[in-house]
């Protein structure tokens, strides 16, 4: 379901350019569950974003069912972030000001679909991830765990093919890391949804089923199976 | 969308809210300025021309001598001033239905109620100015005594309210006027709620007046025929200006100089020196809603800074730039809106509590006039004043690249 031949990618980091991707090539197939591991600055977290249309590489093609979204213009990028995936970050990135219903429910906005159906799939999405007596709470009175809780759920609210998550369990301890692991594996496991992980936590690279390591911005052993050493 | 948009903007308004409301209190200022200003403003145009008004439209008021109304105003007279009119001229002027004469002589007075002597204008009216011309006068209201026609031979006046209390005469007393004596037939009793003791007329005070028969007052003084003011109705189809010139034409072949004077064009007069004060108010009002605008900038450039990472999130989930733009737009503009309703309240407030105020410096009643135009329009304009001033910000906010916004501390 998406591949990627060739792809570079460089940006600035003040005065320095940072070649984040150095011609990288990568296979994800349906129903996969893929972990990206690496040390950090190896461009794995540029590479997520790139299989998630959030950025376009400088060189090379990405092709996301076929279709080639190199040269896809902002609106429709938008648009297939909003049809296709998923985003689940380290940091959770709830909206303060709203309950965790409204940050579910939020990407339906902007699909321009009505507020009582938004509220319906948002409140079945929240009582998946076990919180259904949560609807009206605010990011700030809610655990970690949680709030990563409602995060998952908002990444699935527009029923995309395919959830990336950059270090779910980064700012999370270690058991509410492993629920949130299970959670996500059984999303891949009942619902066959692909998966991309980032993680340089080896504990969650085991949930997945090939594990991509990552260095200086190419992939250093081609695919490898997971779920092994740890 | 727009109320999905709202309700979002609401949120993150009511997350800052300290900051709104300074932000909303700048835009509310300007607001609170452009209401009070304009809606006093057209209060008092309203209740002058209403003035005027009650003279009404086909009255051309016409006094002796050349007052220069098209340069200098009525103060600045001529030095060719008579100071009588023939009254028979204005009787041949094609169009004029019907007019009535008055004459104002300082006459001596002598009272009981008072020591020694007074001079005072008093007045003679003919029948017309009751019959015809009474609105001219605030229709002429005897408080005390009798109802007076004017056509009376017998020696009787009829004293304004002032002028009896300084005599000390009420109703049904005796004045001696240049030696021949007059029963004080009635007292005006002018509503102060409603007239305005004839602030507008060409009369001038009628509190302070001494009225009696034109008759009477020509068997006092002799030179019969001549008026000091001139009032003339003219027929509802001609044209008021054109009989006006025709007046003055008429005067001036008899080598007496006139002055008309007509409704409509007072009110011109009015309208348009009233309309320059109020551009004038109304644009330096305008600057402090430009400064509330500027606040507003301010706060939504500080906003999109802020709320970077929530963008990025945003565009994360699939919002397109257009709707990013929107979001800030609405909320740019809910400041606005807010700001905009609540400056147009308290310019309502505040105005309807200048205008006691305004009343008693007039003496006139007085009331703000708020058209629907000037409350919906400051509300609509406020919305707009701050959705532009969210342009920019809104703009930056929406070309974010969502990695770069995603990243951003």
Known sequence: MVELQNVAKQYKMGETTVRALRGLDLNINDGDFVAIVGPSGSGKSTLMHIIGALDIPDEGRVLLDGKDISDYDENELADLRGNKVGFVFQTFNLIHTLSSLDNVALPLTFHGIGKSEREERAAELLEMVGLSDRLTHKPAELSGGEQQRVSIARALINDPDILL????????????GKDIMELIKGLNRDRGMTIVVVTHNPRDAEYADSIVNMIDGKISNGESEGGGDG | ??????????????????????????????????????????????????????????????????????????????????????????????????????????????????????????????????????????????????????????????????????????????????????????????????????????????????????????????????????????????????????????????????????TEEISNRVNSAL????????????????????????????????????????????????QILGLFLTESGLLGLVGGAIGMLVGVGLSLLASRFISQALSAPFTPSFGPWLLIGAIAFSFVLGSISGVLPARQASKLQPVEALRYE
């Open chain 2, 1 to 262: 969308m727009l109320l999905d948009y709202l309700i979002l903007s609401w949120h993150s308004i009511r997350n800052r809210s300290l900051r709104s409301w300074l932000t909303i209190l700048g835009v509310v200022i300007g607001v609170t300025a452009i209401v009070t200003l304009i809606s006093i403003g057209q209060g008092i145009q309203n209740s002058i021309l209403n003035e005027f008004e009650k003279v009404g439209y086909n009255t051309v008021t016409v006094l002796p001598g050349n007052f220069d109304t098209q340069r200098g105003g009525f103060g600045n007279a001529s030095t060719d001033r008579s100071s009588y009119l023939e009254r028979g001229i204005i009787e041949e002027v094609d169009g004029v239905k019907v007019s009535a004469a008055i004459r104002s002589e300082n006459l001596q007075v002598i009272s009981e109620g008072l020591e020694g002597q007074a001079f005072l204008r008093v007045s003679g009216m003919s029948p017309e100015v009751l019959s015809d011309f009474d609105d001219y006068f605030e229709g002429f209201p005897v408080a005390e005594g009798e109802r007076f026609s004017f056509e009376s031979e017998e020696n009787k006046v009829v004293l304004g309210s002032d002028v009896a209390e300084d005599l000390g005469v009420s109703a049904g007393g005796k004045l001696i006027i240049e030696g021949e004596e007059f029963t004080v037939s009635g007292i005006l009793g002018l509503d102060e709620e409603n007239g305005s003791s004839g602030q507008f007329n060409f009369y001038g005070d009628l509190d302070n007046g001494l009225f009696l028969p034109l008759s009477s007052l020509e068997a006092l003084y002799g030179n019969k025929g001549k008026a000091s003011l001139v009032l003339a109705e003219v027929y509802e189809d001609v044209d008021v200006a054109e009989v006006a010139d025709k007046i003055e034409k008429a005067y001036s072949r008899v080598n007496t100089a006139s002055t008309t004077i007509t």
């Open chain 1, 165 to 176: 998550a950059d270090e779910p369990t980064g700012n999370l301890d270690s058991d509410t």
């Open chain 2, 275 to 322: 309309g320059t004060i109020q551009i004038a108010l109304a644009g330096i009002a305008a600057i402090s809603l430009l400064v509330g605008g500027i606040g507003v900038m301010n706060t939504m450039y500080t906003a999109v800074l802020e709320r970077t990472r929530e963008i990025g999130v945003m565009k994360a989930v699939g919002a397109k730039n257009g």
